[in-house]
C-alpha cells in the first residue's frame, strides 16, 4: 500500500517505520518545511494519507485529500469544531474519513471501560467524579483528544454532568480536567470517582508511542479503497 504522511515529526517518523516494516510504501512526506509539496498530483500517487499535522493545518489538510479522492487516517485534535463539516463530506459525499482521539488499542478498550463505570456510577450522587491527563511538553493542545472521549462517555452516561471543563471546578454539573505537560510523558489518563468513604479510579498509561503508530497504520490498512465515515468502535468492532 502506498501511504502519504502528512505530519512529520515524531508521531510521523514512528508511523513511517512501522509501515516500512509491515511492507507498505511511503510516497509523500509533508512537515513545515515543504509545505508546498502537498498538492492534488503529489496525494493521488498514494493510497492512503495518514494526518497528525497540528490544529491550524489538519482541516486544510483533508479537505486536501477530499479534493483528491484519497481517503484519510486523522490523529490530529484541536480541530475538531469542524467535524460536522467533514463527517457530511464523507458520509454524503463519497469521500473516505478514519478519526480517533487516540489509535492505541489499549485506549480504545479503556474508552469501553469508562462507559461502563459511569453506568454503573451514575446513579451514586455522593461521589465527585475528576479526571486527569498528562502528556509531553510538546503536545500542542489541552485537554488531550482521548481526554475529552473519557469526558464524553462520561457525559453521555451520568445525567449530572452536563458540560466538561478544562480547569478545577465547584459547579456541580462542570466535569473537570486537569491538563499537564511534563517531560517526555506520552500520555496517561486518570478518571477519579471520590466520595467520603472511597475512591474509584481508572488509568491508563502509555509507555510509548508505538502502540498509537501502530493503530494508525492498522487504520490506514482497513481504510484503503473505502468511502464513509469510520472509527476505531468499525475497525475493532466493538
Same mark, same amino acid.
Given at each position: 500500500?502506498k501511504?502519504a504522511?502528512?505530519?512529520?515529526g515524531k508521531?510521523?517518523?514512528?508511523i ?7 511492507? +507498505? ?6 512537515n ?6 502537498l498538492?492534488?498530483?503529489n496525494?493521488?500517487k498514494?493510497?492512503?494519507?495518514i494526518? /497528525?499535522? @497540528?490544529?491550524? @493545518?489538519?482541516? =486544510? ?5 477530499f479534493? =483528491?479522492?484519497?481517503?484519510v487516517v486523522?490523529?490530529?485534535?484541536g480541530w475538531l469544531?469542524?467535524? $460536522? ?6 458520509e ?5 474519513f /478514519?478519526?480517533?482521539s ?9 474508552f469501553e471501560i ?9 446513579p451514586? =450522587?455522593?461521589? @465527585? ?5 498528562? +502528556? +509531553?511538553?510538546?503536545k500542542l493542545?489541552a485537554?488531550?483528544? @482521548? ?5 464524553e462517555?462520561?457525559?453521555e452516561?451520568?445525567n449530572?454532568?452536563t ?5 478545577? =471546578?465547584?459547579i ?15 500520555g496517561t +489518563?486518570t478518571?477519579?470517582? $471520590?466520595s467520603s468513604?472511597?475512591?474509584i479510579f ?5 509507555h ?10 492498522v487504520?490506514?490498512? /482497513?481504510m484503503k479503497?473505502?468511502?464513509?465515515? /469510520? ?6 468492532k466493538?
Open positions: 500500500m501511504i504522511l502528512l505530519g512529520y508521531m510521523g517518523k514512528e513511517e517505520k512501522i509501515a516500512l516494516s509491515r511492507g +507498505h510504501e511511503i510516497v509523500l512526506k509533508v513545515i518545511d515543504n509545505a508546498t509539496d498538492t492534488i498530483d496525494l493521488k498514494a493510497d492512503v494519507a494526518e /497528525f499535522s @497540528t490544529p491550524e @493545518t489538519a482541516y =486544510s489538510n483533508i479537505q486536501k485529500c479534493e =483528491s479522492n484519497v481517503p486523522v490523529g490530529t485534535t469544531h469542524k467535524m $460536522n463539516e467533514v463527517k457530511d463530506a464523507a454524503n459525499k463519497g469521500k473516505g /478514519f478519526y480517533a487516540n489509535f492505541s488499542i489499549g485506549v480504545n478498550v479503556f469508562n462507559k461502563k463505570l459511569a453506568q454503573l456510577m451514575a451514586y =450522587s455522593d461521589y @465527585t467524579i475528576e479526571m486527569e491527563e498528562i +502528556h +509531553h511538553t510538546q493542545d485537554p488531550s483528544g @482521548t481526554a475529552i472521549t473519557l469526558a462517555g462520561i457525559l452516561n451520568v449530572s454532568k458540560k466538561w471543563v478544562n480547569n478545577t =471546578s465547584s456541580p454539573n462542570e466535569l473537570e480536567i486537569i491538563s499537564k505537560r511534563i517531560g517526555n510523558i506520552p +489518563h478518571v477519579v470517582y $471520590n468513604v472511597d475512591e481508572i488509568r491508563h498509561t502509555a510509548n508511542r508505538e502502540g498509537f503508530a501502530l493503530g494508525a497504520v487504520a490506514a490498512e /482497513f479503497g473505502k468511502n464513509g465515515f /469510520f472509527g476505531m468502535k468499525d475497525m475493532l466493538f
